[in-house]
């Protein structure tokens, strides 16, 4: 198919035969010939966000929902450098988005023109892959290959700049496009040798551990990996991407690792003589002090990019494949095997831990709510087939430890860039991309404040998530750090200092949103009920809970995971010789 058209309707055109239904975006001048075209389509849906770090994060909560490439635009120079942010959190936590921005006139690109930003340098760091185009008849072919990347390998973004000229001129659209990646190529299969020496290392193990990351969830293995654990009868940890990838309720999961995760989930790194990686970067959060992490184990790490394989910890077993490959060979190997683990005397170990370190939390004299509360009788209410988002601090850690994730894909959050303001934008997008599913942004008064503005964004919309802030007045896991190594010098953590600015209640309002306060625990059913019977407007409730809530257990930054403490003040719950 060939036809003559401008670069802008090259663009649009592109996108639609791509398949993206939904494009988050603010128009200017660099931009502004692309808009013009999208004004008349009727396959791409065009949301008008508040801000583009509001559109790159809606674009993450689409993509994360669906499976599918998220699209977010933007102008040039200042419109551009504002999806930084969210381009930044995608790359960490392996996301598909591709971000498309404009650009100045190809003949004044480098003259410092107005609002003019190397866009493409700035984010060369941080993405996949970045093009910059100023060729018109460069722009189909450029689409279908931003996809591809962001979509295939280790998922990630991609960034498309294109110059104003570009989408002026006139070029002859052709349809299919031939890519031009002579250098891409993900390695999806696993090495049948290294298959084999994993299984042999888990039939020898005495005490293993299946270590899951997001990359289990990114290929799409959650059945996989059940099968797989249910085979092996080894003891499953999920990390914060992970979370759901396998179901809370079963009997094999210990919980997250972590700096604020489960004791026995902790105690079982420490004490294995065996890790399967599955998609993980042993990331510093999950390691702690990386010198003594999982002493005594030997590690199986299967991961789609080979830069991971052993970049923080030696793999003894390194395997470089799709999760979802890799698991269906290694259940094969396992079988072939026809050895199962005697993981008795393990399982008495864990046990222990979960008997003597349950998860819990601390209930005020005063009769104010604690946080935690919050967050259970959300998952008791709401239930397992909603989606949670949440941006990052005290709120985040408590919705991965107190709401029950059974699905895959229902916690989506902000993992290794540990972005605030991300719930309330990811939540919208998710939405979006999943209509029929409810849709609850789990924020802090803190990160609330960053992008609420994108609540008029849904008002307008019709896009009813519903946000639940927990509100302790403060940026509470820094306050928690001053209580814990600042001998309680709280600098300027006090978001509120004398009264309630702003007020979340007559905020939601503002923007067209039921807003509704919660401040006792024996209310925290009603309202909760309450938001769940609207669904054609959002809802944005105000959790009133007490500012020294703590997130337990700890392991400090820079320290062992040995080192880990369950309350303030207390001994390490076990020595290294344990």
Same mark, same amino acid.
């Given at each position: 198919?060939?036809?003559?058209? $401008?670069? !802008?309707?090259?663009?649009? +055109?592109?996108?639609?035969?791509?398949?993206?239904?939904?494009?988050? /975006?603010?128009?200017?001048? !660099?931009?502004?010939? =692309?808009?013009?075209?999208?004004?008349?389509?009727?396959?791409?849906?065009?949301?008008?966000? +508040?801000?583009?770090?509001?559109?790159?994060? !809606?674009?993450?909560?689409?993509?994360?929902?669906?499976?599918?490439?998220?699209?977010?635009?933007?102008?040039? /120079?200042?419109?551009?450098?504002?999806?930084?942010?969210?381009?930044?959190?995608?790359?960490?936590?392996?996301? %598909?988005?591709?971000?498309?921005? /404009?650009?100045?006139?190809?003949?004044?690109?480098?003259?410092?023109?107005?609002?003019?930003?190397?866009?493409?340098?700035?984010?060369?760091?941080?993405?996949?892959?970045?093009?910059?185009?100023?060729?018109? &008849?460069?722009?189909?072919?450029?689409?279908?290959?931003?996809?591809?990347?962001?979509?295939?390998?280790? @998922?990630?973004?991609?960034?498309?700049?294109?110059?104003?000229?570009?989408?002026?001129?006139? $070029?002859?659209?052709?349809?299919?496009?031939?890519?031009?990646?002579?250098?891409?190529?993900?390695?999806?299969?696993?090495?049948?040798?290294?298959?084999?020496?994993?299984?042999?290392?888990? &039939?020898?193990?005495?005490?293993?551990?299946?270590?899951?990351?997001?990359?289990?969830?990114?290929?799409?293995?959650?059945?996989?990996?059940?099968?797989?654990?249910?085979?092996?009868?080894?003891?499953?940890?999920?990390?914060?991407? &992970?979370?759901?990838?396998? %179901?809370?309720?079963?009997?094999?999961?210990?919980?997250?690792?972590?700096?604020?995760?489960?004791? @026995?989930?902790?105690? &079982?790194?420490?004490?294995?003589?065996?890790?399967?990686?599955?998609?993980?970067?042993?990331?510093?959060?999950?390691?702690?002090?990386?010198?003594?992490? =999982?002493?005594? !184990?030997?590690?199986?790490?299967?991961?789609?990019?080979?830069?991971?394989?052993?970049?923080?910890?030696?793999?003894?077993? %390194?395997?470089?494949?799709?999760c979802k490959e890799v698991i269906t060979e290694l259940i094969n190997a396992v079988r072939n095997e026809n050895r199962k683990g005697d993981y008795s005397e393990w399982w008495r170990q864990l046990d222990a831990y979960r008997e003597t370190y349950p998860l819990g939390y601390t209930e005020f004299e005063d009769g104010s709510i604690a946080p935690q509360y919050v967050m259970q009788r959300l998952s008791a209410i709401v239930g397992p087939d909603a989606i949670y988002t949440a941006g990052v601090g005290q709120h985040q850690m408590w919705a991965s430890q107190f709401i029950g994730y059974e699905n895959p894909g229902s916690f989506i959050n902000s993992g290794g860039a540990g972005t605030m303001g991300f719930a309330v934008p990811a939540a919208m997008g998710a939405k979006m991309g999943r209509p029929d599913t409810t849709v609850w942004a789990v924020d802090g008064d803190g990160c609330f404040q960053m992008t609420n503005q994108e609540l008029a964004t849904c008002a307008i919309e019709g896009v009813p998530i519903k946000v639940a802030v927990i509100n302790n007045g403060n940026l509470g896991m820094v306050r928690q750090w001053q209580t814990l190594f600042y001998n309680q010098r709280y600098s300027n953590t006090n978001l509120q200092q004398v009264r309630r600015i702003p007020d979340f209640v007559k905020l939601a309002e503002a923007y067209g949103c039921v807003g509704l306060r919660c401040e006792r625990p024996e209310d925290v059913d009603e309202v909760i009920k309450k938001a769940m019977e609207i669904n054609d407007v959002p809802v944005v409730i105000d959790f009133v809970v007490h500012e020294d809530a703590m997130v337990w257990p700890m392991v400090a930054a820079g320290t062992s995971n040995d080192d880990i403490k369950f309350a303030r003040d207390m001994a390490p719950l076990w020595d290294s010789e344990d």
């Amino acid at each position: 198919m060939t036809e003559q058209m $401008t670069g !802008a309707q090259a663009l649009v +055109r592109a996108l639609e035969n791509v398949g993206v239904d939904t494009v988050f /975006g603010i128009p200017g001048g !660099a931009i502004l010939p =692309a808009y013009d075209p999208l004004y008349d389509s009727v396959k791409v849906r065009h949301v008008l966000v +508040r801000h583009e770090q509001g559109a790159g994060h !809606a674009a993450q909560g689409y993509a994360q929902a669906t499976g599918k490439v998220g699209v977010c635009m933007a102008t040039s /120079g200042p419109g551009a450098t504002n999806l930084v942010t969210p381009i930044a959190d995608a790359y960490m936590d392996s996301v %598909p988005i591709v971000a498309i921005t /404009g650009q100045v006139t190809s003949a004044a690109i480098g003259t410092d023109a107005f609002q003019e930003a190397d866009i493409s340098g700035i984010t060369m760091p941080i993405t996949k892959h970045n093009f910059l185009v100023t060729d018109p &008849a460069d722009i189909a072919r450029t689409i279908v290959e931003a996809f591809h990347i962001a979509g295939t390998g280790r @998922p990630g973004p991609v960034l498309v700049d294109i110059s104003k000229d570009a989408l002026t001129n006139k $070029t002859v659209f052709q349809w299919p496009p031939v890519m031009q990646l002579p250098g891409y190529r993900p390695v999806t299969r696993p090495h049948s040798k290294q298959i084999r020496e994993a299984a042999k290392l888990i &039939a020898e193990a005495k005490r293993p551990v299946l270590y899951v990351g997001g990359g289990v969830h990114k290929a799409r293995a959650a059945a996989e990996l059940l099968e797989f654990a249910e085979l092996t009868g080894i003891p499953v940890v999920t990390t914060l991407m &992970a979370r759901g990838t396998f %179901p809370d309720s079963h009997r094999q999961h210990l919980g997250m690792p972590g700096m604020h995760g489960s004791v @026995p989930a902790v105690g &079982a790194l420490q004490r294995a003589d065996l890790l399967v990686g599955l998609g993980v970067r042993f990331d510093d959060r999950v390691t702690g002090n990386l010198d003594s992490f =999982a002493p005594f !184990a030997k590690v199986v790490h299967a991961d789609i990019d080979p830069a991971e394989i052993s970049k923080n910890r030696h793999a003894d077993v %390194p395997i470089v494949g799709d999760c979802k490959e890799v698991i269906t060979e290694l259940i094969n190997a396992v079988r072939n095997e026809n050895r199962k683990g005697d993981y008795s005397e393990w399982w008495r170990q864990l046990d222990a831990y979960r008997e003597t370190y349950p998860l819990g939390y601390t209930e005020f004299e005063d009769g104010s709510i604690a946080p935690q509360y919050v967050m259970q009788r959300l998952s008791a209410i709401v239930g397992p087939d909603a989606i949670y988002t949440a941006g990052v601090g005290q709120h985040q850690m408590w919705a991965s430890q107190f709401i029950g994730y059974e699905n895959p894909g229902s916690f989506i959050n902000s993992g290794g860039a540990g972005t605030m303001g991300f719930a309330v934008p990811a939540a919208m997008g998710a939405k979006m991309g999943r209509p029929d599913t409810t849709v609850w942004a789990v924020d802090g008064d803190g990160c609330f404040q960053m992008t609420n503005q994108e609540l008029a964004t849904c008002a307008i919309e019709g896009v009813p998530i519903k946000v639940a802030v927990i509100n302790n007045g403060n940026l509470g896991m820094v306050r928690q750090w001053q209580t814990l190594f600042y001998n309680q010098r709280y600098s300027n953590t006090n978001l509120q200092q004398v009264r309630r600015i702003p007020d979340f209640v007559k905020l939601a309002e503002a923007y067209g949103c039921v807003g509704l306060r919660c401040e006792r625990p024996e209310d925290v059913d009603e309202v909760i009920k309450k938001a769940m019977e609207i669904n054609d407007v959002p809802v944005v409730i105000d959790f009133v809970v007490h500012e020294d809530a703590m997130v337990w257990p700890m392991v400090a930054a820079g320290t062992s995971n040995d080192d880990i403490k369950f309350a303030r003040d207390m001994a390490p719950l076990w020595d290294s010789e344990d």
